[in-house]
């Protein structure tokens, strides 16, 4: 089991965003995690690689604590990007996909270059090494982050609704490169809206609503035989889309 | 030779005291400029105390020192400043000389701006930066050191060249202490004859080229470096 997170809880304030949460991922699993705006998918993921801090529970990481693991030594062998990209300015594409691997893994600059380039070209982003993020469209920019977050060679990556602040023609390009990087074997969490994709790619599902994991199902059956009423409203309104 | 009205004396003065002006430029130009070098480097230092998030005790107190800092050299005039630092440090037994103590004003003072700018300059950098960086294993340090501080630093040139035009302005606040800078320099050559217009016109036209001139070659070097980034909305 890569993953584990027993009993985790996070409030904001008074206000109770993550109730409890219980979950396994096991290697190679794609989790999609599903569930209106505000059901506290982002902050759960967040908490995975402390982002934000729980308020209780513990997750485990390959077996361990993270308790006692070094946080940034953990953040290396999880992966993360964000619906707003969040590309470094200060740096081009390559340096982007490099920083990590110099600066925390410690890799010589040809190793790092090497792997970066390797993994830029996978999200087909080959051409576009020397130029600054500001060059780029949005579905570029995401690709980039996803080969930034492949570049430290984690073996999990959590996806927070990377298509959401797209324009609609780049959704495609960036949900492929997914898919892509699926072939790899590589675990991932994936917080989509993205029903159709969520349904192609994922082996699980996991719908939240309201702070609590209302349902943790196989894909197949989680669009089959949804069991709770929400689930099942949640799928109804995508199906009539 | 004969001399005679306003643009007579100003010639007159120019001519007997060129190698004096000549010195209180350098000496304006080397406050203002050291000034700004090292109010930079150390507004670097206070200004990530100040942003700092959580600090343990030890961050706790130099926050505390920091913003009290911040708070009185900006509240207060740097010839006020000038004359304190100048003279409690010779009652301490310290003694130096009004330029060295000139320096140490200026840049006493440049620091507190400078840190209060790039203080700014660091808020204005999107959160999502700061994020990623920490989501790739990199720590706060340096997160601040390799991500942060490049953009925030390039955000907030313009406002630290504007800081080196202040202090060329500025630093003619000096002769309090005794520094012979520009301002002074003319002022001792017009007082020779009694012509404080004419050796201040002069002040004036050279304080003028030298804002002037540093404003154009700032602009040229901000062109050179590109325009401050435009932050991207985050939304988590
Ligand atoms: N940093 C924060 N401070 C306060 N409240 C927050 C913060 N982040 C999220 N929340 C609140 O937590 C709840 C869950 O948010 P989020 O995890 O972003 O949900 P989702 O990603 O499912 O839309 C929301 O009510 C949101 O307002
Ligand atoms: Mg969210």
């Known amino acids: 089991m890569i993953l584990e997170v027993k009993n985790l809880k996070k409030k904001f304030g008074d206000e109770d965003v993550l109730k409890d949460i219980s979950f396994n991922v096991e290697e190679g699993d794609i989790i999609c995690i599903l569930g209106s705006s505000g059901s506290g998918k982002s902050t759960l993921l967040r908490c995975i690689n402390f982002l934000e801090t729980p308020n209780s529970g513990d997750i485990f990481f390959n077996g361990i604590n993270t308790k006692n693991m070094n946080i940034n030594e953990l953040r290396t062998k999880i992966g993360m990007v964000f619906q707003s990209f969040n590309l470094f300015n200060n740096l081009n594409v390559l340096k982007n996909c490099m920083i990590g691997q110099t600066k925390v893994l410690r890799r010589t600059k040809e190793e790092a270059k090497e792997i970066a380039t390797k993994e830029l070209i996978r999200v087909g982003m080959k051409e576009y090494l020397d130029k600054s993020p500001k060059q780029l469209s949005g579905g570029q920019m995401q690709r980039v982050a996803i080969a930034r977050a492949l570049s430290n060679s984690p073996s999990l990556i959590l996806f927070d609704e990377p298509t959401s602040a797209l324009d609609p023609e780049m959704v495609g390009e960036v949900l492929s490169v997914i898919k892509e990087v699926k072939k790899t074997g590589i675990t991932m969490v994936i917080v989509t809206h993205e029903m159709q994709f969520a349904k192609e790619v994922s082996t699980r599902i996991l719908f939240m609503n309201d702070g609590v994991i209302l349902e943790d199902s196989r894909t197949e059956d989680f669009f089959k035989n949804p069991k709770t009423d929400r689930a099942k409203d949640f799928i109804k309104r995508f199906m009539e889309q | 030779?004969?001399?005679?009205?306003?643009?007579?004396?100003?010639?007159?003065?120019?001519?007997?005291?060129?190698?004096?002006?000549?010195?209180?430029?350098?000496?304006?130009?080397?406050?203002?400029?050291?000034?700004?070098?090292?109010?930079?480097?150390?507004?670097?230092?206070?200004?990530?105390?100040?942003?700092?998030?959580?600090?343990?005790?030890?961050?706790?107190?130099?926050?505390?020192?920091?913003?009290?800092?911040?708070?009185?050299?900006?509240?207060?005039?740097?010839?006020?400043?000038?004359?304190?630092?100048?003279?409690?440090?010779?009652?301490?037994?310290?003694?130096?000389?009004?330029?060295?103590?000139?320096?140490?004003?200026?840049?006493?003072?440049?620091?507190?701006?400078?840190?209060?700018?790039?203080?700014?300059?660091?808020?204005?950098?999107?959160?999502?930066?700061?994020?990623?960086?920490?989501?790739?294993?990199?720590?706060?340090?340096?997160?601040?050191?390799?991500i942060i501080y490049p953009q925030a630093i390039k955000n907030s040139m313009a406002s630290i060249g504007n800081e080196f035009i202040v202090n060329i302005k500025d630093t003619s606040v000096l002769n309090v202490i005794g520094v012979i800078e520009l301002y002074n320099a003319c002022l001792m050559a017009g007082n020779r004859y009694y012509k404080v217009v004419e050796a201040m016109t002069i002040a004036a036209i050279i304080y003028l080229v030298l804002t002037l001139s540093s404003s154009k070659l700032l602009q040229m070097l901000e062109r050179r470096i590109g325009s401050p980034i435009k932050p991207i909305q985050s939304s988590n």
């Open chain 2, 1 to 146: 030779m004969i001399y005679a009205g306003f643009f007579g004396w100003i010639g007159r003065i120019i001519e007997e005291y060129a190698i004096q002006i000549l010195y209180g430029i350098g000496r304006t130009l080397l406050l203002s400029l050291f000034g700004t070098v090292v109010g930079f480097l150390i507004a670097c230092i206070f200004s990530y105390i100040r942003v700092k998030e959580n600090p343990k005790i030890i961050g706790k107190i130099l926050k505390g020192f920091v913003n009290v800092y911040v708070t009185v050299i900006r509240g207060t005039p740097m010839m006020v400043q000038a004359l304190i630092f100048y003279y409690s440090f010779k009652m301490i037994g310290i003694d130096w000389d009004p330029l060295t103590s000139g320096l140490f004003t200026v840049s006493i003072n440049t620091t507190a701006y400078l840190t209060e700018v790039l203080r700014g300059g660091i808020e204005s950098v999107d959160k999502g930066q700061y994020e990623a960086a920490r989501s790739i294993g990199l720590s706060e340090f340096r997160s601040m050191i390799f």
